[in-house]
Nanobody, 123 residues
């Protein structure tokens, strides 16, 4: 399984940005996909996750209402819509695949990771 996150860039505070995760591989569409983010000196933190069917989602409490995760089964893409961005959202964002079906928030439950995409939010 290979994952690739893209769509990052430089935006201003209160702007919106959409990240996408392309997953390819025989079983990539059968498992949970999550988004994480990391800033220098900090641990990688959970952002959101979506089930294989796309019917269930899980969000970090602090991001509920601003971020939305979705899944396009036809293209095998998982998207992260980020609204009302704040400077503290600046981070490298990663997508990852989990073989566990309960939308885990722990990064240890994700076995496949893509290269991250940098999001910079200026004030």
């Amino acid at each position: 399984v290979q994952l690739q996150a893209f769509g990052g860039g430089l935006v201003q505070a209160r702007d919106s940005l959409r990240l996408s995760c392309a997953a390819c591989g025989r079983t990539s569409s059968s498992y949970t996909v999550g988004w994480f983010r990391q800033t220098p000196g900090k641990e990688r933190e959970f952002v959101a996750a979506i089930s294989a069917s796309g019917s269930r989602t899980n969000y970090a409490d602090s991001l509920k209402g601003r971020f939305a995760i979705s899944r396009d089964s036809s293209s095998k893409m998982v998207n992260l819509q980020m609204n009302s961005l704040k400077p503290e959202d600046t981070a490298v964002y990663y997508c990852a695949l989990s073989l566990v079906g309960n939308l885990p928030q722990s990064r240890s439950r994700y076995g496949y990771w893509g290269q991250g995409t940098l999001v910079t939010v200026s004030s």
